[in-house]
């Protein structure tokens, strides 16, 4: 079987649609006033400097970013008050080129009791690697942050959820680099990312062993999904429409939210650059001066915890392969 063939023969059994079942939400944590629905979700934050996502590639060089302001300590030192003021465990998926240069910030996160997962070592997105350096990157990036923590790393997270329709190999590749779960794939339609019909809730993709990926939240509207799990929809979108898709998913599918955000999302007085065009202008910088009264308001109005907790541990019915009947 030629590389096409054996790609487009996965792709078909990871997107065929029902043929998964996500976990049946039960409360792993009693969280007081936040678990209204019952349900325990999933927060996390992707560590990384304001120059490294993805839409500024072509603006700033990698080998140009030890010179550049680092923002994230403080930025992260911010989200750790945070959430020990909500009594809030998350899951922080770290760039490896980041634990380089701040292990001391990634042992203070570990140390507060919050799961430490991998965003990849410099935010290289999947279809700009082969399998064999993907593979590479994610298990080099493991080691180091394992190392540095001193805990055991089970979650991986794509740069930008660039596992898409293009890269169906990187399940099996993220399971040969010793993952347990995966969160990179987006369930919409977006110029940069998603798999539109890809299942909505945690699954196992076919040929990748134990390995689970669990989506970013969406809601389904119209028989469209739409995002709902944080980052820059959050931020674009009034609070009050991110609360209640979020409690329909809680409420409705009976399933935990994934939600994501960035330390650079709390941080208005972070440089700009100027050359950056007009779309990603507004999606990087709009409403930051809002994002952290709006995080207070999602981390009190529903239950969190870490990733593994929520969706990995025996005794939660995380069983992404229980089939429905
Ligand atoms: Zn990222």
Request: proline share 6%.
């Amino acid at each position: 079987m030629d590389q096409v063939d054996r790609l487009e023969r996965r792709e078909a059994i990871i997107l065929k649609p029902g043929s998964f079942s996500g976990p049946v939400a039960t409360p792993a944590h009693d969280h007081g006033a936040g678990a209204r629905s019952g349900v325990v979700n999933a927060m996390t934050v992707d560590v990384e400097e304001y120059f490294q996502v993805s839409a500024f590639a072509n603006i700033v060089r990698r080998a140009d970013w030890d010179r550049l302001d680092s923002r994230v300590e403080d930025n992260v030192s911010r989200i750790l008050d945070l959430f020990a003021a909500h009594d809030v465990h998350g899951t922080f998926f770290t760039l490896g080129w980041i634990a380089q240069r701040h292990p001391a910030m990634v042992r203070r996160i570990a140390a507060a009791g919050h799961e430490i997962a991998s965003h990849g070592f410099q935010h290289v997105r999947v279809h700009d690697q082969t399998p064999a350096v993907f593979r590479e990157d994610a298990a080099t990036t493991r080691k180091i942050l394992e190392d540095i923590a001193g805990i055991p790393v089970r979650g991986y997270r794509a740069a930008s959820f660039s596992i898409t329709r293009r890269t169906p190999w990187a399940f099996a590749e993220l399971e040969a680099a010793g993952y347990a779960y995966s969160s990179s794939v987006y369930p919409i339609r977006h110029d940069h990312y998603g798999i539109p019909d890809a299942p909505r809730f945690a699954y196992r993709p076919e040929g990748a062993g134990h390995l689970i990926e669990i989506p970013i939240s969406t809601v389904n509207l119209f028989g469209r999904n739409l995002p709902c799990g944080g980052g820059g929809y959050f931020r674009l979108l009034p609070y009050g429409v991110s609360r209640w898709a979020m409690r329909r998913v809680n409420r409705r599918d009976g399933q935990p939210c994934m939600f994501y955000f960035h330390p650079w999302e709390i941080d208005p007085q972070q440089p700009r650059f100027g050359s950056v065009g007009l779309k990603t202008r507004f999606r990087h910088y709009t409403n930051l001066r809002r994002m952290e009264a709006r995080l207070r308001a999602v981390l009190a109005d529903f239950a969190w915890d870490r990733v593994d907790r929520v969706f990995l541990e025996a005794g939660h019915g995380a069983g992404p392969n229980r089939e429905e009947s």
